[in-house]
């Protein structure tokens, strides 16, 4: 019956890969893991992940955002979200007497690790990212004294260094990969002897989520990234749609907040969604776009991912203890009946 109500040439273009990247998923599972583990309430620092919907989810399940580590009652455990904290936060938790769940994506971990080199190598170090951001937050305060924020291309100019043979640059790890290069090279200009990190600093997700964006722009007439304000990589997926080419993109957070007005004169609707976001958005949304016309999907595919991050080491420890003391309660009881659960 579907296919009767589908109007001839309207379809939509579903970016793959989109939605949740590793660092994301690691971080919601350990909140409620760290939830089933330790009983409510967990004090999470920060949004865990910067998604309306999932910090809605979590607070119902009892973890409860607090945005400073002061606001923790003494003697409470603590989460840090996937974006990373300074070490300054980590002092204010031991002076709290919290205990810590740290949970920053591995990636993030990276860059705090590179800082720390360079700085103890006496390197100027050039962060590209966006000011106020909790992630650039983070990774300055690995090194004050080293780190300048270089907020894209137009910052480039009023940078100082103390010695232009001795400069490096980190990013922001879900920033626009083509604006980021374009910062990079006007440094070079200006700093001909800049080094690169290692391995570049935007990850793997943010790539490949821009890499689709950028395949399906060149199609769509409109396209809907789900995704929160505050999450720097969903809007950065809105700035690379519009170049890549199409006429009009939107973030949103909820399927609600599409506007009928947006699909007049359109028959190619892209929909993509950012790191942060759970897929049942994604699929709140196909369905508002097929009950107007919109049925035929076609798969954009830009890249296969594989990658998984094992839980917070914190969480592993206390889960391998509390099955061990259940394989030894059950030995001690001599139990060969199957367990209840």
């Avoid at 979200?81 to 769940?101: C, M």
């Avoid at 749609?241 to 947006?262: C, M, P, T």
């Avoid at 028959?267 to 776009?289: I, K, N, R, Y």
Wanted: proline residues 4%; charged residues 25%.
């Amino acid at each position: 019956m579907g296919a009767m109500t589908a109007s001839p040439g309207r379809r939509v273009l579903l970016a793959a890969p989109r939605g949740y990247c590793a660092g994301v998923d690691r971080a919601v599972i350990a909140v409620e893991k760290a939830l089933e583990q330790y009983g409510a309430p967990i004090y999470v620092r920060h949004e865990i992940v910067h998604n309306k919907y999932v910090v809605q989810t979590l607070e119902k399940k009892g973890a409860i955002f607090v945005e400073q580590t002061a606001e923790v009652p003494e003697g409470s455990i603590v989460m840090f979200s996937a974006h990373g904290v300074a070490p300054v936060v980590h002092d204010e938790a031991a002076a709290g007497k919290l205990a810590t769940i740290d949970a920053t994506c591995p990636l993030v971990t990276k860059v705090h690790k590179e800082a720390v080199r360079f700085a103890n190598e006496d390197f100027d170090i050039l962060l590209i990212g966006h000011e106020g951001h909790e992630e650039v937050i983070g990774t300055s305060g690995e090194a004050p004294d080293h780190i300048t924020l270089v907020d894209g291309p137009e910052d480039v100019a009023k940078v100082e260094v103390r010695d232009p043979s001795k400069v490096v640059w980190l990013s922001q790890t879900t920033l626009s990969v083509d604006e980021t290069m374009e910062t990079v090279d006007a440094l070079k200009e200006k700093f001909p002897q800049l080094i690169s990190p290692p391995s570049d600093d935007i990850c793997y997700a943010t790539q490949n989520r821009q890499l689709a964006v950028k395949r399906m722009g060149e199609e769509a007439d409109l396209v809907i990234v789900v995704g929160s304000r505050n999450s720097s990589n969903s809007v950065r997926l809105v700035e690379v749609a519009k170049l890549a080419g199409a006429r009009s993109a939107y973030l949103v957070d909820f399927a609600d907040e599409i506007e009928e007005g947006w699909l007049e004169g359109v028959t190619t609707v892209g929909v993509t969604s950012g790191a942060s976001v759970p897929e049942v958005l994604v699929e709140q949304v196909l369905e508002w776009l097929s009950a107007r016309g919109f049925e035929d999907v076609e798969i954009v595919k830009a890249a296969e991912e594989s990658i998984t991050f094992s839980l917070p080491k914190e969480l592993r420890r206390d889960l391998r203890a509390e099955a061990a003391a259940l394989v030894e309660q059950r030995t001690a009881a001599g139990s060969s009946a199957p367990s209840e659960k």
